[in-house]
């Protein structure tokens, strides 16, 4: 294994859909923590993708059922101006139920195992849509910290 950080490499074997992140392994400024009970991967200070596996149970947000788990696939941190490219390239994908603004790949989605290895290709070659500025967020200046 690569020399990973001991709290990158626990969040990381704790996850059995880790191996789709295996080409960013190399590089140095991975980090990777939990976040909505998922795996948040970062590239030193940007979020670019956080697998979830949550199982398929979790189906409904606000009394509405989506028909697919809503915390059990890949989220994919990106801002609204890039949707419309990155949904050309990935038909399919959808803005998560919760997290509008990123869009979500289901694990139960016919092109799942064929689109997550794509996307982190991209993600791996620097492509700039996909990934937000990680930090903190002071709660009442709304200030990244």
């Known amino acids: 294994m690569l020399d990973l950080d001991l709290k990158t490499q626990r969040a990381l074997d704790a996850f059995s859909q880790s191996h789709w992140i295996e080409p960013l392994l190399k590089r140095p400024e991975l ?16 979020l670019v993708i956080v697998l979830m596996e949550s199982g398929e149970d979790n189906r409904t ?4 059922n989506f028909g697919f788990g809503i915390w059990n ?11 419309r490219t990155i949904l050309r390239d990935f038909p399919g994908l959808i803005p998560h139920p919760v997290l509008a603004k990123w869009l979500y790949l289901p694990m139960s989605h016919d092109h799942y195992e064929s ?9 791996a070659k620097g492509d700039e ?7 903190t ?9």
């Not at 696939?73 to 949707?83: A, K, M, N, Q």
């Open 31 to 46: 980090t990777a923590k939990r976040m909505f009970g998922g795996l948040a991967i970062y590239l030193g200070e940007t």
């Open 61 to 64: 947000w606000k009394g509405v």
């Open 73 to 83: 696939g890949i989220l994919i941190p990106t801002s609204r101006e890039h949707h």
């Open 115 to 123: 689109y997550t290895p794509k996307i982190v290709r991209f993600i």
């Open 129 to 135: 849509r996909f990934g937000v500025l990680g930090g």
């Open 137 to 145: 967020r002071n709660r009442k200046t709304g200030v990244r910290h």
